[in-house]
C-alpha cells in the first residue's frame, strides 16, 4: 500500500531536520572549544559578536517556523 503524502513528507523532514540539527549540534561543541584560552585569544567583544550572530540567526529560524505554522496565530507588530 502507497504511503500517505503527508506521511512522505513528515518523514522526509523528520530525516533531514534530524541530521541538520545534529550538524548543527556538533558545530556549536565545535565552536565551544575555541574558549580554551590556553589556545586562543579573544575579547569580550569578540564573543559578543559570536553570539549576536548565532542569537539573529535563530531569530530567523523561530520566525520561519512560526510564519509556516498553522495555528493561524499572528503576533502584534508596528
Known amino acids: 500500500m502507497a504511503k500517505n503524502v503527508n506521511t512522505v513528507k513528515k518523514e522526509r523532514f523528520k530525516n533531514v531536520a534530524s541530521r541538520r ?11 565551544s572549544k575555541c574558549a ?19 542569537g539573529d540567526q535563530m531569530t530567523l529560524l523561530k520566525a520561519a517556523f512560526e510564519a509556516n505554522s498553522k495555528s493561524g496565530k499572528k503576533s502584534f507588530e508596528f
Do not use: F, H, W
Open 21 to 31: 540539527v545534529q550538524k548543527v549540534l556538533d558545530d556549536i561543541e565545535s565552536l
Open 36 to 54: 580554551n584560552r590556553s589556545t586562543y585569544e579573544y575579547n569580550d567583544d569578540d564573543v559578543k559578536k559570536m553570539m549576536k550572530a548565532i
